[in-house]
């Protein structure tokens, strides 16, 4: 049974780089699409990015929301696992439950089969 | 503001059968067939229902189904039971990159 578990620090001081790291259990990460999503308080859920690696050249891309481009990267680690998520500058708009998920893609369709629990970050002094 | 547009909230009684709506744009709903519901209840992972408008992952029942007409997706949970109290959202994709966009969710009481 694949699973997902999100992990990093709960409160992040404003305009310092917010880090967590999602690990997946159960099956290897080549070859899907490893999504980060977030839902600040009060608010509905917003898509982050993704990173993916190719299973033929073993190559990386990525992908991120044009909203948060500049201050956020999804990476991925094959050998470990797992996949990251870093936001630089980050400031009280970036409180959030942060998810991390899969994204499966086929046949021209996409959707996420699979999702972590979900952490909490809040950024405050 | 979500990009898709979700009822805060729908109810109905167990037994009876609740049609939740999503509504986007010729730009996603209208566009793609990449348009999935999730279901999460609280301090839960959000579990897959339905993904490519209409189709069920293996261990969904057959009471969770999806449409779609036009910009406008539906999910409709049939022979409502307490578990199902839960919050619903839709999401699809935006764009010729494909973003990912959400509906804001919809909360589903069990009366």
């Known amino acids: 049974q694949v699973q997902l578990q999100e992990s990093g620090p709960g409160l992040v001081k404003p305009s310092e780089t917010l880090s967590l790291m999602c690990t997946v259990s159960?099956?290897?990460?080549?070859?899907?699409?490893w999504n980060w999503i977030r839902q600040p308080p009060g608010k509905g859920l917003e898509w982050i990015g993704y990173?993916?690696?190719?299973?033929?050249?073993?190559?990386?891309?990525?992908n991120y929301n044009p909203s948060l481009k500049s201050r956020v990267t999804v990476s991925a680690d094959g050998p470990n696992n797992q996949f990251s998520l870093k936001v630089k500058s980050v400031t009280a708009a970036d409180t959030a439950v942060y998810y991390c998920?899969?994204?499966?893609?086929?046949?021209?369709?996409?959707?996420?089969?699979?999702w972590g629990q979900g952490t909490t970050v809040i950024v405050s002094s | 503001q979500s990009a898709l547009t979700q009822p805060p909230s729908a109810s109905g009684s167990p037994g009876q059968s609740v049609t939740i709506s999503c509504t986007g744009t010729?730009?996603?709903?209208?566009?793609?067939?990449?348009v999935s519901w999730y279901r999460r209840h609280p301090g839960e992972a959000p579990k897959l229902l339905i993904f490519?408008?209409?189709k069920r992952p293996s261990g969904v029942p057959d009471r969770f189904s999806g449409s779609k007409s036009g910009n406008t997706a539906s999910l409709t949970v049939s022979g409502l039971q307490a578990d199902d109290e839960a919050e619903y959202f839709c999401?699809?994709?935006?764009?010729?990159?494909?973003?990912?966009?959400f509906g804001g969710g919809t909360k589903l009481t069990v009366l």
């Open positions: 998920a899969r994204e499966v893609c086929s046949g021209g369709s996409c959707y996420l089969d699979l």
């Open positions: 159960g099956d290897g990460i080549s070859d899907y699409y």
């Open positions: 990173a993916h690696i190719g299973v033929v050249r073993n190559t990386e891309s990525s």
């Open positions: 010729s730009s996603d709903i209208g566009d793609k067939k990449s």
């Open positions: 490519e408008v209409n």
């Open positions: 999401c699809s994709y935006a764009g010729t990159n494909n973003y990912v966009v």
